[in-house]
């Protein structure tokens, strides 16, 4: 006599048992790249509960408490997490038991390695760079990136040790994807090679495949147009505002550089007001993102958005990897300059450096 039963769909469960949490505190269940909540609930008897199907596998997520500042990375498909720990264990040193065969124990067999250079790190930008009583913003990222760099040094080893050990992870590859900057693309080739079929054929193998065989616009080069929404949820082509010089700047709501350089661009707008148009692409998912960027947005110039967050096809072709990000195009849409990241003055100081003072000699680069 057969017997039949009926199939589970694959679904994801997190157990986390935490103490020095007020009972009824609200955790939510976030997508790491694009800030979206997946789901949300309250802490009983010091206990969590998260169940679903993730409709993406794996993914990185963050577990964050409603008030203050608690929170966890997790990278995981439809499989089982425990977390277990305290308050002041947060963000690196809960206790994860998962199974052997899933994608957490991939990122568990990392975060073993690093969570005290992590803890580390975060200790020191706290000091210097997240420091809130310091006058000048900027100066503060600088000096807390400078006090790190001893540590992120020992941080690259272990990740690169951990990539060449594990050609078999997707979390190994997603690794080298966020570090291929430091790497030339025949290297990358070369480690993207070393991986079995299957992570190849991930989603952030197929990304990182991209970035090694795609030609990223460089100074000289033509522009890549491309469709997105405006302001006004209208369609626009890119290439709609050619004709003048171009600043088009990649920027996101959680970035603080990108906020402190918003005085500059509106600047810029206005000395430049003849001869170039500037416009802020937003990398962001969420909506309600964008529009917290539009609220200290006080400029008029457009900005675009495809709600498409860390798979956007858009920043990838540019080869953004942080932001914020320039380009400086002429009005036919070659590259002139290109640069990413932001100190106070530099954006005028670089737009001074491409801009020669008579209009007649603007003319002549056109």
Known sequence: MLSCGVKKDPSYT??????????????YLKSFTDDVIIDSTHLVDGHLHFSGKLQKVPQSLSLKSGKGYSFTALYMGNEEVVLKGDKKDFPYHLLIETKKTGFAWQKKLLDDQMKDLHQQRLDTLTKYAYNPNSENPME???LGRKQTRGIDAAMDSIEYQYILDHPDFEYAMQQLYFRRSQFGKEKLQALYEQ???EVQQSSTGEKLKFYVNHKIPEIGDD??????LNQEKDSVQFSSYLGKYVLLEFTSNSCLPCILALPDLESITQTYADSLTVVSFQIDKSESDLLKLLGRHEGTWPVLWSGEGADDLIQRTYGVQGVPAFFLLSPKGKVIDKWSGYGEGSLISRMKKNFPESKEELMARE
């Open 195 to 197: 991986f079995s079929p």
């Open 140 to 142: 503060a990222v600088i």
């Open 223 to 228: 522009y890549y147009d491309f469709t997105a």
């Open 14 to 27: 997190i157990n986390a048992h935490l103490t020095g949490f007020e009972d009824s505190t609200k955790f």
